[in-house]
């Protein structure tokens, strides 16, 4: 798996969906990759305590990675105070 080649992928999507996070006032960045082919994202803004977040990131960012990049396990969150 070239975890480069991929969050090149992950980037693109979630720029994608920037501008509709940005007008609700919220945003997403992009953690890492694990080996297992989970993409880690941290929910910033509006979007870390939005009861809509759960259905951005599977429906929303999850459907678009694993389009681009079908070696994507899943995309999860991760806490404001996680580091990867």
Request: proline share 2%.
């Amino acid at each position: 798996m070239d975890k480069q080649s991929i969050e090149v992928k992950v980037l693109g999507a979630m720029e994608q969906l920037r501008p509709f996070l940005h007008a609700d006032g919220g945003d997403m960045e992009f953690v890492e990759i694990k080996d297992d082919g989970t993409v880690l994202v941290r929910l910033l803004g509006a979007c870390s305590d939005c009861s809509m977040s759960l259905m951005t990131l599977k429906a929303g960012l999850e459907e678009a990675v694993k389009k681009v990049a079908p070696e994507v396990k899943a995309v999860i969150a991760v806490d404001q105070s996680t580091t990867a």
